[in-house]
C-alpha cells in the first residue's frame, strides 16, 4: 500500500534529509519521498499498523501530521531535527 501523510514543520531539504533517513531506519518501508513543497510524506508499506508507527515517528520526530496538535516541543524538535538534515544535505 502507498500511504502520504501532510507534515507540519517541514520547512527545507534538510528537514525533508532527516525525515526520509529516519524513516528508511524503520526498515520495513520502500519508497520513501518527502515533497517540501506540499509538505507531503510519502511511503509503501504493507498493513495499516506500520502506516500508524510511521506517523507516530513522524511526531516523534517534530513533523506531527497536520491532524494533530503542533506544539511548542514538536517545532524545537523539527528545529534540531532540521538542523542535523541540513549538516548532511551538503
Known amino acids: ?3 502520504s501523510i501532510i507534515v507540519q514543520n517541514l520547512k ?16 520495513f518501508l520502500s519508497e ?12 509503501v508499506h504493507d498493513n495499516i499498523e506500520e502506516a500508524l508507527r510511521v506517523k507516530d515517528q513522524l511526531k516523534a520526530l517534530g513533523y ?12 524545537a524538535i523539527s528545529f534540531i531535527g532540521c538542523a542535523k538534515g541540513k549538516m548532511t544535505y551538503l
Open 12 to 27: 527545507c531539504g534538510g528537514c525533508a534529509k532527516t525525515i526520509s533517513s529516519k524513516l528508511t531506519e524503520l526498515g
Open 64 to 75: 506531527p501530521s497536520i491532524d494533530t496538535k503542533n506544539t511548542r516541543a514538536t517545532k
Open 1 to 3: 500500500m502507498k500511504t
Open 32 to 43: 520513501v519521498t518527502v515533497d517540501v513543497e506540499t509538505a507531503m510524506v510519502s511511503f
